[in-house]
């Protein structure tokens, strides 16, 4: 038989046992709660904090050179209706009107800026965790719409300076430095007989695996709008249709094609816009709404937002007009589906400022706020989104 004291140490042993397994179940619950709450932050900023990259030009603090600069602002502020802090991702390169795009794997930054050496506007890369510069086309011309298709590979628009020379649309393998593939505009459309292949617009950022393009077309005897001073008369009017098509990311092939909504812009010289969509039907534009009188003349421009019916068929839902003449309607881009950013420039006492607007598409609420940078109001354009899930080291 056991005696009281072995009795007493069982108990007490058991006792010990049974607090070690509380302890340790309480020490793994605590830990795993720890380890969630250690990772909430991160998913759930990814989650509710996405981020709105896009360009402008500064002035470097040392040479007081103007320089192309790269931002990011959180898009949450925007729908909040808040003003957000700018921060700066990269500035170098002097150039004028650059634009950016960052990589999926947020390691690169491809740039296009107006090299005033090369009197063109070139795309460059970006290291950033180096900071190590390197140009990736070298051809005179302007290249614009910067898409990231992978990690290592980059669409962009081409439009060289030689007038022999047409329009094309690039793949750039970004690490070989090497062009892997390139569209004319026939390629892609097909134009009626008659017609000369024209301009491009595309879509500044991809939704889903679709890039939208917008094809122009002219006829041989296009002309342009007579002025005698005071009345213009229009002695051209096109016949052929604009078209959309969307483009699979990957393949690069075309999935669907639909006709420009041309009566929201049917001129025979359509200005070269900026244009984008949320991913489902609602398409918004900005566009030259009445002919010029001269070919000298400034063209007025608003945005024009549509809808596309189960017909194909477009549908202008809003418009941002252009009440004042002075008003100058630049980038556009859709955040959440239901918000549109867009930039404009006005003027007050004669002197330009810099806004930027939000629309809501679904009640089509509209609030604005002006940037500033070290207390400088400042021109943001070419607006891109970041890859998805990123969230930056602001320190």
């Not at 009017?237 to 078209?243: A, E, I, K, V």
């Not at 998805?388 to 320190?395: E, Q």
Request: proline share 6%; net charge negative; aromatic share 12%.
């Amino acid at each position: 038989m056991a005696t009281g004291d072995s009795i007493q140490s069982r108990i007490e042993h058991e006792a010990m046992r049974a607090m070690f397994k509380t302890t340790y179940k309480i020490l793994v619950t605590v830990a795993l709660v720890l380890c969630i709450s250690c990772a909430s932050p991160v998913a759930h900023r990814s989650a509710e904090h996405e981020w709105i990259l896009c360009t402008t030009v500064i002035s470097e603090e040392k040479s007081g050179q103007r320089e192309a600069a790269v931002f990011i602002w959180d898009v949450q502020k925007l729908i909040n209706k808040e003003a957000p802090e700018l921060h700066l991702l990269w500035h170098g390169l002097r150039g004028a009107r650059p634009e950016a795009a960052l990589s999926p794997d947020v390691k690169t930054l491809a740039v296009a800026y107006w090299n005033y050496q090369m009197d063109a506007k070139i795309t460059s890369l970006v290291n950033l965790n180096t900071g190590h510069i390197e140009d990736l086309t070298k051809t005179p011309g302007e290249e614009y719409d910067l898409i990231w298709l992978n990690q290592n590979e980059l669409f962009l628009y081409h439009a060289p300076h030689s007038p022999d020379l047409p329009d094309v649309l690039q793949v750039w393998n970004t690490k070989e430095k090497k062009l892997l593939k390139e569209f004319k505009w026939s390629d892609i459309f097909a134009p009626p007989s008659g017609a000369i292949p024209s301009f491009f617009s595309i879509a500044p950022s991809a939704i889903g695996n679709e890039i939208k393009v917008v094809g122009w077309v002219k006829e041989n005897k296009s002309q342009f709008y007579f002025s005698n001073e005071e009345n213009a008369t229009v002695i051209y009017s096109p016949t052929y249709p604009y078209q959309i098509a969307s483009l699979d990311k990957h393949t690069l092939k075309i999935t669907s094609t639909v006709s420009y909504p041309a009566e929201i812009n049917n001129l025979p010289s359509p200005p070269r816009q900026d244009l984008d969509y949320n991913g489902k039907d609602i398409y918004a534009f900005i566009t030259q709404v009445s002919p010029i009188k001269s070919t000298w003349d400034s063209a007025i421009n608003e945005i024009v937002v549509v809808k596309q019916g189960e017909d194909g068929k477009f549908t202008k839902i809003y418009e941002i007009p252009n009440s004042d003449k002075a008003v100058t309607f630049d980038s556009v881009l859709f955040i959440n589906e239901d918000y549109l950013i867009y930039n404009f420039m006005s003027y007050k006492n004669g002197n330009p400022v810099y806004n930027i607007g939000i629309l809501n598409v679904k009640n089509f609420n509209q609030w604005s706020f002006i940037p500033t940078w070290h207390g400088e109001n400042i021109m943001l354009v070419n607006y891109r989104t970041t890859p998805a899930g990123w969230s930056p080291d602001l320190k």
